[in-house]
């Protein structure tokens, strides 16, 4: 079965740009969808299929996909983006089952 | 605009089944998406637990399979979730979202807290 991996923290200063990634042998084939979680509150999708913008994302978030990786780009960080940040895919090689990244605490200093 | 809600008991004995309801507001189970179960123990990252559609087919977490079962009660838009044999390691908080595939698991209920201990 596959797995999706993500680093644990990143940590940027205000105004600058994050990128949190999400490797995994099924991103290649699978679309990549990813989460903010802030303390206290339900998941917020805020990229589907690698790289949409749900409406009311501000357009500050980006997602692009290359190969085994994905990633969730956050340009301009504000602190209100800081929060959990999970990767998402699927995985249908023997039956259909979704798979959550292990999450990654973005601290904006 | 789509609301879920789940509700059930917070607190669970060792070895019992966990028992939770999600009831959807301003759509209807039958809509064509499927409808998630997914659950966050305390300080951890999120586990999927699995998915029904409103058919009744399921989709279930290879490693919860033999303890899980999800259906859906059409005629009160909403669906359920059973885990048996519940350990501590179950302890969690237990979330219903909606999983438009393509275009991702969206909206999700706020979640609740189910403690397993005796």
């Known amino acids: 079965s596959y797995e999706l991996t993500q680093p644990p923290s990143v940590s940027v200063s205000p105004g600058q740009t994050a990128r949190i990634t999400c490797s995994g042998d099924?991103?290649?084939?699978?679309?990549a969808y990813w989460y903010q979680q802030k303390p206290g509150q339900a998941p917020l999708l805020v990229i589907y299929?690698?790289?949409e913008r749900p409406s009311g994302i501000p357009e500050r978030f980006s997602g692009s996909s290359s190969g085994t990786i994905v990633t969730l780009t956050i340009s301009g960080v504000q602190a209100e983006d800081e929060a959990d940040y999970y990767c998402?895919?699927?995985?249908?090689?023997?039956?259909?089952?979704?798979?959550f990244g292990g999450g990654t605490r973005l601290t904006v200093l | 605009q789509v609301q879920l809600q789940e509700s059930g008991p917070g607190l669970v004995k060792p070895s019992g089944t966990l028992s939770l309801t999600c009831a959807v507001s301003g759509g209807s189970i039958s809509d064509n998406v499927w409808w998630s179960w997914v659950r966050q123990p305390p300080g951890k990252g999120l586990e999927w637990i699995g998915e029904i559609y409103h058919s009744g087919s399921t989709a279930y977490n290879p490693s919860l399979k033999s303890r899980v079962t999800i259906s859906v009660d059409k005629s009160k838009n909403q669906f359920s979730l059973n885990l048996t044999s519940v350990t501590a390691a179950d302890t969690a908080v237990y979330s219903c979202a909606r999983d438009v595939r393509d275009r991702g698991i969206a909206p999700w209920g706020q979640g609740t807290l189910v403690t397993v201990s005796s």
């Open positions: 099924t991103l290649p084939k699978q679309y």
């Open positions: 998402q895919s699927v995985d249908s090689s023997d039956t259909y089952h979704v798979l």
């Open positions: 299929k690698d790289s």
